[in-house]
């Protein structure tokens, strides 16, 4: 891709604004709907949401095909940055995260929100927190002049390390925050939206590369995958709207609320990781997606997460979907930081 100037796909680049209008969408179809949108809501196996489950492996399978856990022999070359990596998004992030959230929804909005519903933005906030991105640094790394080659080492890790963190980060961050979940229910939300996806994706890769070529499956089948993420994620965001329409026209304050502790622990992760990356002397192009990867979220997991544990309409979920729609913005402006702090290496 050298010689080519980075771009962000017209849906990506435009995501908060479908976002936006998913809104508008849902919130309308759950007034015309009325108490028939309870049928969809009740569609549910072991308290996963049957259609929502679908829609969410749809956006969830593509990311995973694009995994390959064969570059995760190359770690060596890697290793200090992949440290950094692997210290900010598991040993730093979610903690950061989670005091960020208590901090605003406990304590400075106490006049604004009850503890009710308080304690349901703390666990979606915690959701995103404990889950590292795992797709869209792909593309924040290429815009910003990123090492292809790091990029994919430490996607691959980091999805390796959320099979064996994710859960008890949760549960921990969930139970310190006052918040009960049964553990059967999260394990369920992990095998299926992380395991299930995860080893479906990496047959694929193996199985389509084996029998056409690393070409063509990256020229030729991504790009088919793409739309399919995209329409899911947007089916899925007017499915939630439907369900937290009367909330949100309720308190549509919430939104703004929900939106300042996020967005300022995903500068705050930037802003460490990438002065971690210089106190390391990482080169610029290790430096800058290591710094995309803790700021940016997995939130396709965190949606599916928090509607399996609390609910299509609870806050958890409205939590998570508020990431969506400030994440694409966010991470655009830094990617711009990034390249005005490029360096030389060796600097």
């Not at 080492?153 to 959320?162: A, F, T, Y």
Request: hydrophobic fraction near 55%.
């Amino acid at each position: 891709m050298s010689g080519n100037t980075p771009t962000i796909g017209f849906f990506e680049k435009y995501l908060t604004l479908w976002v936006a209008l998913c809104i508008g969408a849902g919130i309308a179809l759950g007034e015309l709907a009325g108490d028939g949108m309870q049928v969809v809501a009740d569609l549910e196996i072991n308290t996963v949401n049957i259609p929502v489950a679908i829609l969410i492996w749809l956006m969830i399978y593509p990311m995973m095909v694009q995994v390959d856990f064969s570059s995760v022999s190359r770690i060596g070359p890697q290793l200090k940055g992949l440290s950094l990596t692997v210290v900010m998004n598991w040993l730093i992030k979610p903690f950061t995260m989670a005091f960020f959230a208590w901090l605003f929804f406990s304590n400075l909005y106490s006049a604004w929100l009850d503890p009710e519903r308080a304690q349901e933005y703390i666990a979606g906030a915690i959701l995103l927190g404990a889950a590292p991105c795992t797709a869209m640094v792909f593309v924040w790394s290429y815009l910003s002049g990123g090492d292809p080659n790091y990029t994919l080492v430490q996607v691959s890790v980091n999805d390796l390390i959320l099979l064996v963190l994710f859960v008890p980060i949760v549960q921990f961050l969930l139970g310190i925050t006052g918040i009960t979940i049964p553990m059967n229910v999260l394990v369920t939300s992990v095998v299926v939206f992380v395991v299930i996806p995860l080893v479906a994706g990496y047959l694929t890769n193996r199985l389509l590369i084996r029998a056409h070529g690393e070409d063509w499956f990256k020229t030729h089948f991504l790009p088919k995958l793409k739309p399919v993420s995209i329409a899911a994620l947007l089916v899925t965001l007017i499915l939630l709207f439907a369900f937290q329409g009367q909330k949100i026209l309720a308190n549509p304050f919430d939104i703004l609320l929900i939106a300042i502790p996020l967005s300022i622990q995903t500068y705050f992760i930037f802003l460490l990781t990438w002065k971690g990356g210089r106190w390391l002397k990482l080169p610029y192009r290790t430096c800058a997606p290591a710094s995309m990867i803790g700021a940016s979220n997995f939130f396709e997991l965190a949606v599916a997460v928090a509607i399996a544990l609390f609910g299509l309409n609870s806050g958890a979920a409205l939590a998570t979907v508020v990431g969506v729609l400030i994440e694409v913005p966010i991470m655009l402006h830094l990617v711009r930081i990034a390249k005005r702090w490029q360096y030389a290496d060796g600097m």
